[in-house]
Each structure stands twice: as C-alpha cells, then as structure tokens.
C-alpha cells in the first residue's frame, strides 16, 4: 500500500491547487460589476436571437426595454419559432424595438450564429450587445457594464449572470458553470485566458466588424469561447466580470432541458477532442470520488490510517472551493455537501455529448445540432 501514499497526497495537492485558483480569480480575475447610471452615453443595439423561447421572451424583453440608459435600441432576431412564440413578440410595441422575422440559416451555419450576425448587420448602435433569450437585465445593467467597459478602456466585456436555480435538476447540473469558470479559467492571467459567456457580451461594434464577427465562427457551436479566443487572436481588449443580481439568467427548466443544453456543449468546449475530453473527465469523477472511498476504507481498517489525513484534505478543499463559488455567484450553500452527485452527473452528461457528438444524436430546439443534418 506504501505506494499508493503518494498518489493520495498529489490528489490532496490538486484539490488544493484547484482551490488556489478559485480564490486568485475571485480576489483578481473575476470583479463584481458596480452599479453606474450613465447621463451621457454612446448608442448600443441590445440583439437577442430567439427561437423557441415562449417561456423567457416576455420577461426577458420586457426588461430590456425597461433600461434606465439614454441611448439605446432593441433588435429580435425570430428564428422559425414553433410554441408560440413568434406570436408574443408581435404584441410587443416600443419605439426603441425592432423584431425581424427571419430565415433559416444557410448550409454551413448555427441559427443563433445566423441571426447574430444579421442583427449585427441592422444595429446602428457604436456597441452590440449580445444577449440570451432567457437573461433579465435590470434596469442599470447597460449603463453599469458600458460604464465599465469604458473606464477599463475596453473593446469587449462579457458578463457571468446571477444563475437562477428552479428545481433540483438544475440544481444538480448548472452550478458546473460557474464552478468550471472559476476553478480552471484563470481569469486572472486576462492576457492569457480568453473567457466569455454568450448570456452577456458587450462589444465595440468596430472591434466585432474588425474580428468578423459571427461569421468567422458560423460552424462553431459554442459561440461564446469561439468569440473570445478569435478575439485573443485579433487582440481585442476583454474584460469578464460578474454580474450580480444586475443581470440574471434561468438557462434551463428543469433536469431534462438541463441534460440536453449541456450534452450540446460539453464536448465541442474542449475542442472535439476525444481522448483528451474522457480522459478530463475520469480524472474529474476521480479526484472527487476517490478521497471519499479512501476515507471508508480507512475506518473499515483495510487502509493505514496515514491515508485519512490527505484524503479529508482533498474533500475539504474540494467543499471550500464549491462553498466559494456558492458565495461569490449566490448559489445556494448546499453545493458544500452535494458537490460529488454534482460532478457525477455531469460526468454523466459529459459522457452523453461525447455519444451525442460522435454519433449524430443530438438536438436542440427542434433542430440538429450536426451541420449538414436533416434538421438545422
């Protein structure tokens, strides 16, 4: 067993080391968004694709117009909706919005990409702002994040929304964004680490037509990363940030839809690359797991007692690191204890993007999420 004593302190020492980097990008990576009121402020588009979203859009909508902003617009990109809600947004009547109606996206393209980048054709605005169907700006959210592009001298800025939790299901799978995001994204090292979420992304209109915009990136399906590293590559200056309660986001309704968004992106995030993707994650389910068997074994005396000591190491820091992430994006507190069905379902998930990917299997509102399939 003497052999085995030094790899159960490497995992105590990766658990710490984990921890490490949660903590430096909460002191320095990832800052809160201040609350600003502009009085004199550059024009902005807010874009929003949409397809399919009757259960988000009236809120969502109803709260970007509502924004305390002197100088704005509202552009709706509807994408071919089936449930209605097309329908909803032809009651929606404000000087400031404009809804196309649009068309399917052309072979080689995703929808959202699709109806970005022709809402970015439309914007009059000198910013874009991208956001989600599904996000609640309130109503300081575009000053605040403008104010703040401009006082970092900014050309781009991405926000990580307040994630609303509505059942259990959500509970046991979207916490992994933020964990991820802070656990193995050093924000910090800005220079270094390109990092964005679709939910929120301010850009310079100038900088977006200098990148190219949605259309350098129509066949990526995580849009939001693709983005940010062709922003790295074309040297644009980014900024990530939470966001607070000043902006929010329900990203799916319950454990079904939760499975189903993120089996859609797990797999393309890393790039498509198998074996490095199950092997990531293994080693995931691993670190997680392994402490806690140790620590069984250990009380049954089939282990020596010296490997309790690394092992309640590896778990405590594992739990303080889930515990800060809880704090720092209000998630509930719980996530200290039930942190381990957290990764086993997403390793679960994981697994299902790898068979959605490599199979053709996987849909998303209505369509395939394989370029060239039967249903885009």
């Known amino acids: 067993m003497s052999f085995l004593f030094p790899h159960q302190w490497s995992l105590a020492v990766f658990s710490l080391l984990i921890l490490v980097i949660s903590v430096l990008n909460v002191l320095f990576g990832m800052p809160a968004l201040k609350v600003r009121r502009l009085r004199n402020a550059p024009h ?34 509807e994408d071919n909706s089936e449930d ?7 009651q929606f009547y ?14 080689g393209w995703y929808g ?12 009059k605005g000198e910013y874009l702002l991208f956001i989600d169907a599904d ?15 401009e006082e970092k001298r900014l050309e781009m800025l991405s926000l990580l929304p307040h994630q609303e939790i509505g059942s259990l299901g959500e509970l046991l799978l979207v916490p992994l964004i933020p964990w991820s995001l802070f656990s193995f994204f050093p924000a910090f090292l800005e220079r270094l680490v390109p990092v964005a979420l679709g939910q929120f992304i301010l850009i310079e209109k100038e900088a977006y037509e200098r990148l190219g915009g949605h259309q350098r990136i129509k066949s990526e399906i995580v ?10 590559k074309e040297r644009i200056r980014m900024g990530f940030f939470l966001a607070g309660e000043l902006v929010r986001c329900r990203m799916y309704a ?3 839809e939760a499975l189903r968004g993120l089996s859609k992106n797990l797999y393309p995030v890393f790039g498509k690359r198998p074996l490095a993707f199950l092997f990531i994650w293994l080693w995931l389910w691993y670190v997680t797991w392994q402490p806690f068997l140790v620590l069984a074994l250990t009380a049954r005396g089939l282990l020596p007692w010296e490997f309790f000591l690394p092992g309640i190491l590896a778990i405590l820091a594992q739990a303080a ?4 992430v809880a704090f720092r994006s209000k998630l509930p507190k719980i996530l200290l204890i039930i942190f381990p069905a957290i990764v086993f379902l997403s390793a679960h998930t994981a697994l299902r993007s790898f068979l959605w990917h490599n199979f053709g299997r996987g849909e998303w509102k209505g369509r395939t999420i394989h370029l060239g399939g039967k249903k885009r």
């Not at 929003?48 to 552009?75: D, G, H, K, S």
């Not at 209605?84 to 032809?90: F, K, M, N, P």
């Not at 404000?94 to 072979?107: A, E, I, N, R, T």
């Not at 959202?112 to 914007?123: F, G, P, R, S, V």
């Open 135 to 149: 996000v609640v700006l309130s109503p300081l959210a575009l000053s605040s994040a403008v104010a703040r592009l």
């Open 254 to 256: 319950g454990l079904r």
């Open 94 to 107: 404000d000087p400031k919005l404009q809804v196309v109606f649009g068309s399917s996206p052309p072979s």
């Open 84 to 90: 209605g809600t097309a329908q909803i947004l032809s």
């Open 44 to 77: 902005v588009s807010i874009l929003i694709p949409v397809r399919n979203e009757r259960r988000n859009i009236e809120r969502c909508l109803t709260a970007a117009l509502a924004q305390e902003y002197p100088n704005f617009e509202v552009l709706v990109y």
């Open 223 to 232: 849009d939001d990363l693709a983005l940010a590293r062709l922003a790295k």
């Open 112 to 123: 959202k990409h699709w109806a970005c980048w022709n809402l970015a054709q439309m914007a």
């Open 321 to 324: 690191n889930w515990g800060l």
